[in-house]
């Protein structure tokens, strides 16, 4: 029996997604807090620009339980449920000026860790009780 052909290689993660309960309130924090650019703004969906390299989706619960059907075809239903988590790259020489904009921004820094390869992360919680985390480069092996 031979072994399946490997997979094409992928390029990286292109977007990931929260599930919000409010997407004005989502909006203020991701934008003006942490300074997200706005892709895409509707009743149901925030699609936020991440550093020019990937998107992060904002559903407001509820809305993306059914399949919708688009003029390209049908997107399947999702949706999550509870506290999810999500890690940004940001720069090591960046770190403490993160922890400045934080404490003026009113966003409380829940922990600090340092990573035994060097990296060094900072999480805090949205306005949904997300798990946010700014990390430096040092995390994995492959950042």
Same mark, same amino acid.
């Given at each position: 029996?031979?072994?399946?052909?490997?997979?094409?290689?992928?390029?990286?993660?292109?977007?990931?997604?929260?599930?919000?309960?409010?997407?004005?309130?989502?909006?203020?924090?991701?934008?003006?807090? /942490? +300074?997200?650019?706005?892709?895409?703004?509707?009743?149901?969906?925030?699609? #936020?620009?991440?550093? +020019?390299?990937?998107?992060? /989706?904002?559903?407001?619960?509820?809305?993306?339980?059914?399949?919708?059907?688009?003029? +390209? !075809? /049908?997107?399947?239903?999702?949706?999550? *449920?509870?506290?999810? *988590?999500?890690?940004?790259?940001?720069?090591?020489?960046?770190?403490?000026?993160?922890?400045?904009?934080?404490?003026?921004? !009113?966003?409380?820094?829940?922990?600090?860790?340092?990573?035994?390869?060097? !990296?060094?992360? #900072?999480?805090?919680?949205?306005?949904?009780?997300?798990?946010?985390? /700014?990390?430096?480069?040092?995390?994995?092996?492959?950042?």
């Amino acid at each position: 029996m031979t072994e399946p052909a490997a997979p094409p290689p992928m390029k990286r993660l292109l977007e990931t997604a929260l599930y919000v309960a409010d997407l004005e309130t989502s909006r203020r924090f991701y934008v003006q807090q /942490l +300074g997200a650019g706005v892709l895409l703004d509707t009743e149901r969906l925030l699609a #936020l620009d991440i550093g +020019g390299a990937s998107v992060l /989706l904002l559903f407001a619960h509820g809305t993306t339980e059914h399949a919708l059907p688009t003029p +390209g !075809g /049908l997107v399947p239903g999702h949706g999550a *449920h509870g506290r999810q *988590h999500i890690a940004f790259a940001i720069d090591s020489q960046r770190l403490d000026a993160w922890r400045v904009h934080l404490a003026g921004a !009113g966003i409380a820094i829940e922990s600090e860790v340092e990573w035994p390869r060097g !990296g060094r992360s #900072l999480y805090m919680r949205d306005p949904d009780g997300h798990s946010v985390e /700014l990390v430096t480069p040092g995390l994995w092996a492959t950042y």
